[in-house]
Each structure stands twice: as C-alpha cells, then as structure tokens.
C-alpha cells in the first residue's frame, strides 16, 4: 500500500541473495539496505526491508534429554 511502512500481502516485492555473500558464515551481520528501485514493481522504490535468515551451527551441540536413563545425550552436528 503507498505510504504504508508495514507488510501486506498485497506488496510488491523482489528477492535478493545478496545477503549470503554479505553475511554468510559470520557470527553477526549489520545490513544497510539501500533504497532501490524494484523493476518487477513499476521501479516504485522499497518503503522496508524484509529478510529471512536461519543460524545454522559450526560445530557440535549435544542435546541432553534430562529425563532419559538409557541416552541422555544425542549429539547433533552442524553444517557451516
């Protein structure tokens, strides 16, 4: 919606994969989103900026069932 600075299912919208090669692999990421003009949507410029991100492990995390006898643990590995 113009003038609106809130998600709405009706928005126009680009996907961008820049990000992986900005944040990939770092224990944090700061973004400045620049404002761009989005082709897909008559390039009227983007009012917000919206991402999703999942923090995937570098190294082993144990899991500890505290109300296991027989396997308390159970190791899960990570993939970064």
């Known amino acids: 919606k113009t003038g609106s600075c809130n998600y709405s299912p009706d928005d126009c919208f680009e996907e961008r994969t820049y990000l992986h090669g ?3 692999g ?3 990421c700061y973004i400045f989103p620049p404002l761009i003009s989005l082709s897909k949507c ?3 410029k983007a009012t917000y900026f919206y991402a ?3 923090c995937i492990p570098n190294r082993p995390k144990l899991n500890v ?3 296991s006898s027989s396997s ?3 190791r899960v590995d ?3």
């Open 65 to 67: 069932n505290i109300c």
């Open 72 to 74: 308390p643990l159970e």
């Open 42 to 44: 008559n390039n009227s």
């Open 52 to 54: 999703e991100y999942q």
């Open 78 to 80: 990570g993939g970064a």
């Open 26 to 28: 770092k224990p944090s």
């Open 22 to 24: 900005t944040c990939g």
